[in-house]
């Protein structure tokens, strides 16, 4: 990488903002004349939809619309569409989701009527006057039941309530890996249901002008939202504006089109006037979507030395009452690419069973389907170690992938790393050889020390391809603009960074822009872990592109030859001379015509398509020490260590804050969140922060971050995603260290989340 910012630890130029309250989000947004809208929402799982009054409703003050089924049909609305493409051996199921409940409702919270006035209060005080009337429905809520003889039928169109069956891997080669295994372990395994709660909840902000849509929401990509609206309405894209402000965290749940957002649209073209939608708290839990949810029978295969020979994995995956957008892509193509971890096994095969339930849908939650994948390689691996009696690292190194190129048993192109030494840092920096003495001091204090150890594979890339731009100005300032979307991650910090290397300006100089459909021509968001690879290359190839045309234009003005003009500090100067012009000297030029050489169009800006499909391979060992109480199960994390390597760092503090972010969230899905809901009714038994534990400060220790990286040649930068790997890392290394201790006592780890309960009750269960 050029230059001496990038590399640097700065602190993010964003925080100003956000912490002295300038932050500007939907629900902040001015809108005079703005209308308030409120989602009615079925407080039932499954239920036929038999009538629904609004009389009373629509007669109230204040209230301007109420929006139901009948009326959106009128409009010409359609369904929300499941954009996942699978190669499926038992094709996607596609029910229609409407935007509003038509005949039957499916889960609880689905929207069956919106309601815009000129007040909030209004608009709540018309939706509980509206009277609907329900048939109620069994409801079914677990996927596997879903899946047996008898269950409650969901979709007529999907017997069984088979969503779909995926397969891939060798079938055969797997089949004889087992067959000639001198030892097989197996488990089964669920990755409990978990909810993204993004600090602020969805929200839109809807107008209608001059015949063009303008939607401001929250969200994480701009230009897919777009298309699927576009779809849903039946009009060309170029119909709707859409941009986010600031966005609250995303964790994959904003890179959606909900519901509320069509609706809104509808009513703004309606009435005439804004139209805000701000989701309750309460509301998010049942009204958007959740995240995991698969329920996975693994076997692994090894030889009598301890090398593993083949993975079969079959699982169930949840996938709600209707297929979200990029849901089913979850557990199956993204699940594939992780498959196995960072270990060569040279055979394996994944069978995907997606089962419907009377539940909100699942969609992408951060890491997307690489979770449950390296959760399952990685307790397999220990279920390993402790029946063989082998190390756990000395398990782990034997059959971990050469940091060379290599193809995996799924076809993935891994171009490298640095993979067995993160074994070796990892027990220096988790101090393992203290680790007895620390068990023994727990043990003197009545509790059960455990320690755990785990790799990940991360396969970062999302959706392939990127946009971006960039453009000096008259005043000497640079504009600088990328089709990826920042939700927290420091984007106006980085990409600046690298801008400030390659065009040798200052940071302050240099503006980032984003999330806008009118500034860039197209952009796929973020997702995947994929903006800094993937857009930061992009904006490599648009500097790159601009510093062409500003050659260009120097070599005009100075009356030289482009190959003799040096570029360095933002300026050029013609070789072996003292004549030189600077960035915003040819950027002022730029703005006459008068100056411009034949054929040059006036302003200094490009913009460039990164084309690449490559991904990038994050990957690192973390290591984790859990001490539960004998008497009350109660667990506490007393250790956490990673050893990453995430290639070149932009920004070694950022890296390392968006580590321990998702290793926040990964510890918290092993030890504290949990959807559930009740088998008989289907009703969430979680419905707010009450009853949902999300990880507080002092659920969590010092989070200790080392960056060993390797850098990847996938892209100009070197550089590799960031964004999910703490999520895919956490919860098999806290889950082993879980295991490890229980087993001091004769225990078996119970499923995510190893709450106080259920830990108690292992250790209550356990064999004397």
């Known amino acids: 990488m050029d230059g001496t910012i990038s590399g640097t630890s700065l602190r993010r130029i964003e925080d100003a903002r956000f912490l002295t309250g300038r932050g500007r989000y939907v ?36 209230v301007r619309l109420v929006l139901t089924a009948a009326d959106l049909a009128a409009e010409g609305v359609g369904p929300l569409p499941c954009t996942s493409v699978l190669a499926a051996v038992k094709p996607l199921v596609v029910p229609r989701r409407p935007v509003l409940a038509t005949d039957r409702v499916r889960h609880v919270g689905q929207p069956v009527a919106f309601v815009v006035a000129e007040s909030e209060m209004a608009a709540r005080d018309a939706a509980e006057a509206i009277e609907v009337e329900y048939e109620a429905l069994p409801a079914i809520v677990d996927a596997a039941a879903a899946l047996a003889e008898g269950a409650p039928a969901i979709w007529p169109e999907a017997p069984g309530n088979e969503a779909f069956r995926f397969e891939k891997g060798d079938r055969a080669a797997t089949d004889a890996a087992f067959a000639g295994a001198a030892r097989i372990v197996s488990l089964e395994l669920f990755n409990n249901r978990v909810h993204a709660l993004p600090l602020e909840p969805r929200a839109c902000l809807a107008r209608f002008a001059d015949g063009r849509f303008d939607l401001v929401f929250t969200g994480m990509g701009v230009h897919g939202v777009r298309r699927q609206l576009a779809t849903v309405l039946g009009l060309p894209e170029a119909d709707f504006h859409l941009s986010c402000p600031d966005v609250g965290g995303g964790f994959g749940l904003k890179n959606l089109l909900f519901p509320e957002y069509v609706a809104a649209l509808v009513a703004a073209r309606r009435l005439g006037a804004p139209v805000r939608w701000v989701a309750e708290p309460g509301e998010e839990f049942s009204g958007a979507v959740h995240g995991r949810d698969l329920r996975a029978r693994a076997r692994l295969a090894l030889d009598a030395q301890g090398r593993f020979l083949g993975l079969d994995v079959e699982t169930v995956a949840d996938m709600g009452a209707y297929l979200s957008a990029v849901g089913p892509h979850c557990p199956t193509n993204a699940f594939s690419t992780a498959m196995g971890g960072v270990y060569a096994i040279p055979a394996m095969h994944l069978v995907v069973r997606g089962a419907f339930t009377t539940t909100p849908p699942i969609d992408a939650y951060r890491g997307a389907g690489k979770p449950e994948a390296n959760y399952i390689i990685e307790r397999l691996v220990d279920a390993a170690a402790r029946e063989t009696g082998a190390d756990p690292a000395a398990l782990r190194a034997l059959n971990m992938m050469p940091d060379a190129a290599r193809v995996t048993a799924m076809g993935m192109k891994v171009d490298g790393g640095r993979f067995a030494a993160n074994l070796d840092v990892l027990a220096q920096a988790s101090d393992a050889v203290g680790f007895p003495a620390r068990r023994a001091a727990a043990a003197a204090r009545g509790g059960l020390l455990g320690r755990g150890i785990a790799c990940f594979l991360e396969t970062a890339r999302g959706a392939p391809g990127e946009w971006a731009s960039a453009e000096i100005l008259p005043d000497g300032s640079a504009v600088v603009a990328t089709g990826t979307h920042s939700n927290g991650q420091g984007h106006e910090t980085s990409f600046p960074q690298v801008a400030a290397d390659r065009l040798g300006l200052p940071m302050e100089r240099i503006r980032y822009a984003q999330a806008d459909t009118d500034l860039l021509p197209n952009g796929n968001g973020h997702g995947g872990a994929r903006s800094l690879h993937m857009g930061g290359q992009a904006l490599v190839l648009a ?35 003292d004549r030189f012009i600077d960035l915003p000297a040819l950027a002022a030029a730029a703005t006459d015509p008068a100056n411009l050489p034949e054929g040059m169009a006036p302003g200094l800006a490009a913009g460039a398509h990164n084309g690449s499909d490559l991904v990038t391979f994050p990957n690192g060992c973390h290591a984790a020490e859990v001490e539960i109480d004998r008497e009350t199960g109660a667990a506490r994390l007393a250790r956490y260590v990673a050893v990453d390597d995430y290639g070149r760092l932009v920004n070694p503090m950022l890296t390392r804050g968006q580590v321990q972010g998702g290793v926040a969230q990964g510890i918290g899905q092993a030890l504290l969140e949990n959807v559930a809901f009740d088998a008989d009714s289907g009703q969430p038994l979680a419905g707010s922060l009450m009853d949902y534990a999300l990880p507080r400060a002092d659920d969590l220790p010092d989070l200790d971050v080392l960056l060993e990286g390797t850098p990847t040649a996938s892209n100009a930068l070197g550089v590799k995603g960031v964004g999910q790997a703490g999520a895919i890392a956490a919860p098999q290394v806290v889950m082993n260290a879980v295991a490890d201790a229980l087993a001091q006592a004769g225990a078996r780890a119970p499923d995510m989340p190893a709450t106080a309960e259920r830990l108690w009750r292992a250790l209550r269960d356990a064999p004397r």
């Open 27 to 62: 629900a902040d947004l001015p809108a005079p004349g703005a209308l308030h809208a409120v989602a009615v929402r079925s407080p039932h799982a499954h239920a036929d939809l038999r009538r629904i009054d609004t009389a009373a409703a629509r007669a109230m003050p204040g």
């Open 543 to 577: 500097i790159d592109a601009l510093l062409d045309k500003a050659r260009a234009l120097a070599a005009h003005l100075l009356q030289a030859d482009p190959a003799l003009l040096d570029f360095a500090e933002g300026r050029f100067a013609v070789r072996g001379s």
